[in-house]
């Protein structure tokens, strides 16, 4: 059984986005490009967000047409979702400043 999707190409999509973000994500945990480099790391991480971003709406689309049943559907569309959602508001707190979002101690 082929999902109708992998042949408009979101399969391609959703896997280079992963692939990406997946190779460049763990750069950003390198304190010395934080520390010497600030702008490289605020640009690895917007491509990271925008990749992660992009994945999460690639599986979205491959969700919606899984061959997997309703239960398929369900799990994967949620999946990609939270993730969505999750590097939407990374990137909010990259951009407003992790120590001036509410209920965060300073």
């Not at 992998?6 to 190779?23: C, D």
């Not at 979205?60 to 899984?66: E, F, P, Q, Y």
Request: glycine fraction near 14%; include cysteine; charge should be positive.
């Amino acid at each position: 059984i082929e999902n109708p999707m992998v042949r408009y190409g979101a399969l391609t999509v959703h896997a280079a986005f992963a692939l990406t973000a997946l190779t460049i994500g763990p750069f950003q945990f390198l304190a010395s490009i934080r520390r010497r480099w600030p702008s490289i790391h605020r640009r690895i991480g917007t491509l990271y967000v925008l990749c992660c971003m992009g994945g999460g709406l690639s599986g979205l689309v491959l969700a919606s047409s899984t061959t997997a049943g309703p239960i398929g559907v369900a799990g994967f569309g949620s999946a990609m979702a939270t993730c969505f959602d999750g590097y939407s508001t990374e990137a909010r707190v990259a951009r407003e400043g992790f120590d001036r979002l509410p209920g965060v101690a300073a």
